[in-house]
């Protein structure tokens, strides 16, 4: 592969975060088991590498179904196309736990900053956002702070 085949981007710009690899090296093998650095380092680009293989692929694949966003049945084919066919079942058993995750994530409200605003609140604080942005913009001060109302669920 040409090192700028990756979207213009030399290929020292395409890689892996270390601590995170280094993390899951270690938690593959046994903890006696120690990685020099050169090896680590050549697993994260023998990684880099194996991205931008099945990445091509996949796009080669919704290239020909003439669609314009690779969806995970695009992934499954190319790994399919590369001769990776024995780790379709896990990868597929992988990506449903991670939908599952991430739906139960999104109901428990771990994607959200945990306060709830109704709308009427919400509409208040980009009204209040927009003036500040629009005072900054011509050079004045931000827009006074407007006092905060006090809660209304504690006063039951």
């Given at each position: 592969?040409?090192?700028?085949?990756?979207?213009?981007?030399?290929?020292?710009?395409?890689?892996?975060?270390?601590?995170?690899?280094?993390?899951?090296?270690?938690?593959?093998?046994?903890?006696?088991?120690?990685?020099?650095?050169?090896?680590q380092d050549?697993?994260?680009?023998?990684?880099v590498e194996f991205i931008n293989l099945v990445s091509s692929e996949s796009n080669e694949v919704c290239s020909r179904e003439e669609k314009r966003t690779i969806a995970p049945e695009h992934v499954l084919k190319a790994l399919e196309v590369l001769g990776?066919?024995?780790?379709?079942?896990?990868?597929?058993?992988?990506?449903?736990?991670?939908?599952l995750e991430t739906m139960q994530d999104l109901r428990s409200g771990k994607w959200t900053n945990g306060a709830e605003m109704t709308e009427e609140e919400a509409l208040a604080e980009q009204q209040r956002m927009f003036a500040e942005a629009r005072a900054r913009m011509n050079g004045g001060t931000a827009a006074p702070k407007q006092p905060e109302q006090p809660d209304q669920s504690l006063e039951s």
């Open positions: 592969m040409d090192p700028m085949d990756i979207v213009g981007k030399s290929k020292e710009d395409a890689s892996l975060p270390k601590a995170t690899m280094t993390k899951i090296i270690k938690e593959m093998l046994p903890p006696d088991v120690r990685v020099a650095r050169d090896a050549l697993l994260i680009e023998c990684c990776f066919s024995e780790y379709i079942e896990e990868v597929y058993a992988a990506y449903e736990q991670h939908k």
